[in-house]
């Protein structure tokens, strides 16, 4: 499968196995540069670098923004579409490419004409395997502790417990 296709999937949802809700106390916060006045929806662009060691298990940095409950599609007597609140994925970056590199918007605000600033963190996740050896898509992520190791260049690390590091440079 190329790196292109495998891309897709993970964007899409599609493909992989189940992973474990993120814990913002695991994971770094991310704020954007611009400030939040009320008046629009700015939008900050950071580039991405992730590079990953050699070993240990399969492991990938992810970028998730906060939602709150709301109606997505409401048709004034009834709700069609109803969002939960909770943590979705942005950006992530897998180890199956040794270094990967992107370009991704973080709103400041957390919607159109709000002063309440958006909420994102990066986590960090490696796959456990399945105590009964059976295949990889009963496999879970479990996610871990990210550091943040230098300001500038902002640089976040972690490692999984079979000794796999992960390394994420952010610039702005």
């Known amino acids: 499968m190329s790196g292109n296709f495998l891309s897709l999937l993970l964007i899409f949802g599609l493909g992989h196995p189940a992973r474990e809700p993120v ?6 916060p991310l704020h954007s540069r611009i400030p939040c006045d009320g008046f629009g929806s700015p939008e900050d662009l950071l ?6 060691s050699a070993g240990g298990s399969d492991r990938e940095f992810v970028v998730s923004r906060y939602h709150t409950e709301r109606c997505e599609v ?3 007597w009834k709700c069609l579409h109803h969002e939960k609140a909770g943590w979705r994925d ?4 897998p180890n199956t490419e040794p270094s990967a590199q992107a370009l991704v918007p973080i709103g400041a605000c957390y919607e159109w004409g709000s002063n309440v ?9 490696y796959q456990e395997n399945p105590p009964d050896g059976k ?3 009963k496999a879970i992520w479990r996610q871990v502790p990210v550091k943040q190791v ?6 976040y690390e972690f490692a999984d417990p079979n000794g796999g590091t992960a390394r994420l440079e952010i610039t702005r």
């Open 23 to 28: 814990d913002p106390a695991k994971s770094a």
């Open 47 to 52: 580039r991405l670098h992730a590079t990953y």
């Open 74 to 76: 409401d048709v004034k």
């Open 90 to 93: 942005v950006w992530s970056a």
């Open 117 to 125: 600033p958006a909420q994102y963190v990066l986590s960090g996740w």
């Open 135 to 137: 295949s990889a898509s």
């Open 150 to 155: 230098s300001a500038q260049p902002e640089v």
